[in-house]
C-alpha cells in the first residue's frame, strides 16, 4: 500500500502546515495565514512564470487555508491551468481544489468543463477518473448538463478500463439522482445491463447500484436485468468462500454486492420464467441454509456479513410474497433471531417479521413466536427495540389472540418509555375497536386506557370511544354503569371526566333506576370533579347538565341552582357564562316537550374512517400503517353494523328508544325510559328533528371550546373522506331549527362545467364568481401529489357568517383520491378573502372530479353553491420525451384494443396550431416535436403518476383543417385511464 | 441509499463528514450535534441503528471515534453496519496506523478530518 505521506511531498506546505499547528493562539494562526496569502499573491501576479510543482505547491496551501474556514479569493485560475498538465499530481491538485471551491463563474466553468472533456477523452484511464470523480463530486445540475449525455458512452464503450467503468456507472448515478431530466435513456440501457455479466466485481457492484435506481424509474427499460442478476447471484451464493478473493469478506463471498443484487431483484414481481424463477428460489435456500451452517469464522465480522445477506433475502421473499414453504422458513429463521443475544439481530428480526405478518401466508407463522415478543416487551434493555415489539405485536394482531396482546400492551403502557406512550395508546385503541367482538371489553379496554395513561390520550381517542358508544345501543348501558364506577375513583383524570360526562349526560337514564347510582348521585358525582378541571371540561360538564334536566327532571332544581350561582352565571370565562345563563333560561321557559326535542339523545355519527387511525397514519408517515384497508372494511362491517344514519337523516326519528336489553338487566336494577318526545305533528318532529344536531352543535361549538362532535364529523385533523353533509351553524340557533335547506348540497352552479373544462389544461384562476363570492385557485402537482390554494372572496361589504365549504367525493373517488383539508373561519368580513388549502394524494387513477359546496349566511338568506373543483387525473402527469423512434416502438406495444380510445369531434375553438401546443403542454404531457411524419400532427407522451402505480400515456391528435375536425388517440397500459384522458381532452379544442 | 458519513469524537466533534445529498451548512451543523447527540447518549446493550427523522442512522464505535452513517430505507441496515468496519480496515490498512496531532483547533469550523492520537483500535 502506498503511503500518502512519502513520495512526492510538498516540504513549503509542510512547513506551512505544521506553523499553524503551532500557532499558540486563533490571532497568531490568522497572521501567519495572512503572511502566506501575500506570499502566494505576489508569486501568482509575479513576471516569473511558475512551474507545475510550484503552482500545484501554493494552491495546494490555499486549499488548506480554505478548509481552515478562512474564505478565498484568487488562485482559481492557477488551479484551472493544473487540469491540462499532464502530470497526475498536479491534476490531482487542480481537481481537488476545484472539486471544494466550484465557484459559478461562467468564464472559469467553461475552461473547466473544457478540461474534464479533454481528459475525459483522453484514453488515459488515470485521467478518466479524476475526470469522473471530479464531475461527481461537483454533482451540480451545471455538469449533469454538460457530461450526463457522454458519460452513458463511456460506460459501455467496449474498450474502457474496468475501473474507468466502475467511476463511469457511479458517477452517472449520482447525476441521475440531482438531475434525472439530464440522463438521457437510449440504446445504452440495455448495455449497461450487460454489465451485471462483467468479469470485474467492482463494475458488476457498480453497475448494480445505477441500476436499481434507474430501475425504480423506468421498470420497463431495465427488464431484463432481473435474469441477469439471478444468474450472478447464483454464481456468487453457489461460489468457494475463496473463489472471489478481493470480493470476499470474512469468508463470505461478495456480501454487499449480493446485497445489492437481492435488491435489485426487489425493484420487479417473482420472475416469470419458470427456469428463472426456479433459479431464484434455488439461490434463496442456499442462503437460508447457509444460516443453519457451522459459521467458516468465529470472527463476527463473518456473521454480520452473512446475516446482511440473509435480511435482504428475507426482504425479497417477502417482496415476492409467493412462495409460502419460503415465507415460513424466513420466519422461523427470524424467530431464532428474536432470541439472539445480539441486540442488533434481534432488532431487525422484529422488524422484518413486522412486514412478514401482514402476508397471508406467514401470518400464522409469525403468531407462534408471541410469547417470545410479548417477553421482548418486558426485558429489552432498548427502548427502539421495544418500540419494534410493539410493533409486531400490532401487526400479527388478529381476533384469536386480539385480548392477550391488548391486555400486554396495556400492562406494558404503565412503565413504558414516554416517548412511545401517545403511539402504544392509540394502537391499543385501534386494536380494542377493530377486534372487539364483545363491546363491554372495547369500553373497559379504553377506560383503562384513560387510567392508566390519561396523559397521552389524544382528543381522538376519546372521541372515538363516544362515536361508539353511541352507535350501538347494547353497549349504552354498560358503558354508563361503568364510568360511573370510574368517577368514583378519587383522583381520576380529566379525559375520563369527560367521556364520564358525556355519556351520563346521554345515558345516564339507563342506570339511574340503581339507588347507588340515582339521578342525584350521578349529578353530583361528576360535579364534585366539576371545579378541577379545565374549561372546555367544564362546559361539556354544563351540556351534561342541561340534558340531566331533561333526563331526571326531579333534579332540576338543584341543577338550577347550581347554574345560577355566581360562580357560573358570573364566571370569568364568557363562553362558561354564556353557557349557564342560556341553559338556566332553556330550562325554565322551555316546555317539557320542547326540553325532549332539543335535548333528545345524539344520533348516530355517520360512519368514516376512524379519526385514531387516520392521528397514527400521521404519526408514522404514510405507509406505514399497511392493513388499513382491512382494518377499514372490518370495522365498517362490524362496529357499526349498518347504522349508516347521517344527523340530518330523517330515519333518525324512528331511532329505537328502547333501553337495552339482555344481559344489562343484570348489571342495573332497572333502566328509565327516556322523557317522551313531542309527536303530535309529524312534520314538526321532523323538523325540530333536523335542528337538534345544529342546536347542540351551537351549544358545544365556540372558537375556544372545540365540541367533541363536530370534530368528529371530519372537520378536525382527520383526512376529509366523509361524504356527508356539513354540520351546519356554529352561531344563531333557533333560526336554523327551522330552516329546512341547510345541510343540502346544493345542485352543480351554472356554468361550472364549462368553467371545470377550463381548468384541465391550467392549475390557475378563478372557479366560480357571482354578485356574492369570488372563488379563485392556484394549484401546484408533483408526481401523484397536489396541493390547491382555494380562495374564497367575499365580494360585498357585508359579513359572510357560518361559511362552510365542503369538499364531497364519491365513495368510489374517495378510495382513489385522498383529499385533506381544514376547516376555514367560519366568518368572512366584508371585502375579505380567507384561503383554505387542501392536499392532494392520488392513490389511483379516477374518472369523477369532487363537488366544492359552499355554504354561508349573507344578511338573512341563506347560500348553497356547489362547483366541480378541477382536480383530474392529467394533473399527475410527468411528461417525457422520446425520439421518433421510441415513440412508434410504444405506440405499437400498446395496441391491444382495450388500450386505445378514440375520439372524433367537432372543433369548438379556432384551429391555431400554437394554442394547440400550449394545451397539450397544459395539459401535461410532453409535446414531441418531429416524431409524427405528419407535421399538422401533435404527439404528446407522458408518465401518470399514482401512488400505486404509473401508468405510461401516449397521445396523438389530427387536425383536420378542411373539416374542422379533430381525431384524438390516447393509448396507455390502463383501459379506464385511456378513457378518462381522451374525455378530458376531448373537450379541450 | 447513503444520505451522510460521519467521523465523531467523543466530546462530540466532527471529524469528518460527507454528504451524498444537498444539505445547506448551517443545517449541517445542526444535524450533526442531533445525531451525535443521540448516538453518545446509548449504551453498550443498545443496537446500533436509530429511527432519526426520516432516515435510520447506523452507528458503530471504535475506541473514542464513532463513525455514524445516515441512510433512507432502501438500504441494508446489516450490510451498511458491517461496511463501516470495512471502511475502517481500509484505512487502517492504508494509512497503517492514522497519526497526526489532535487538530482539534482547526477542525471547529472546518470539514478536515483531523486524526486521532490514539490511531485506531485493534479489535
Redesign the interface.
Known sequence: MPAVSKGDGMRGLAVFISDIRNCKSKEAEIKRINKELANIRSKFKGDKALDGYSKKKYVCKLLFIFLLGHDIDFGHMEAVNLLSSNRYTEKQIGYLFISVLVNSNSELIRLINNAIKNDLASRNPTFMGLALHCIANVGSREMAEAFAGEIPKILVAGDTMDSVKQSAALCLLRLYRTSPDFVPMGDWTSRVVHLLNDQHLGVVTAATSLITTLAQKNPEEFKTSVSLAVSRLSRIVTSASTDLQDYTYYFVPAPWLSVKLLRLLQCYPPPEDAAVRGRLTECLETILNKAQEPPKSKKVQHSNAKNAVLFEAISLIIHHDSEPNLLVRACNQLGQFLQHRETNLRYLALESMCTLASSEFSHEAVKTHIETVINALKTERDVSVRQRAVDLLYAMCDRSNAQQIVAEMLNYLETADYSIREEIVLKVAILAEKYAVDYTWYVDTILNLIRIAGDYVSEEVWYRVIQIVINRDDVQGYAAKTVFEALQAPACHENLVKVGGYILGEFGNLIAGDPRSSPLIQFNLLHSKFHLCSVPTRALLLSTYIKFVNLFPEIKTTIQDVLRSDSQLKNADVELQQRAVEYLRLSTIASTDILATVLEEMPPFPERESSILAKLKKKKGPGTVTDLEEIKKERNSDVNGGAECTPVNASTVALPDSPPQGSLAELVTGPRPRPSRLNSSRLAIHNLQTGVPCLFKGFFTSESTPSPSADLLGLGAAPLTSSAPPPSSTGSLLVDVFSDSASVVAPLAPGSEDNFARFVCKNNGVLFENQLLQIGLKSEFRQNLGRMFIFYGNKTSTQFLNFTPTLICSDELQSSLNLQTKPVDPTVDGGAQVQQVVNIECISDFMEAPILNIQFRYGGTFQNISVKLPITLNKFFQPTEMASQDFFQRWKQLSNPQQEMQNIFKAKHPMDTEITKAKIIGFGSALLEEVDPNPANFVGAGIIHTKTTQIGCLLRLEPNLQAQMYRLTLRTSKETVSQRLCELLSEQF | ?IKFFLMVNKQGQTRLSRYY??VEIHKRTMLEAEVIKNCLSR?K???????YK?FKLVYRQYAALFIVVGINE?E????V???I??FVEVLD????RVIS?N?A??G?????PSHSEQGWTKY
Not at chain 2, 76 to 79: G, I
Not at chain 2, 93 to 96: E, G, I, L
Open positions: 441509499m445529498e444537498h449504551s446493550e443498545q443496537c446500533s441503528f436509530i429511527e426520516d432502501t441494508n441496515e446489516m450490510a453496519y458491517e461496511l468496519h470495512n490498512r492504508y494509512f497503517s496531532s487538530g483547533r482547526s471547529e469550523s472546518t470539514n478536515v
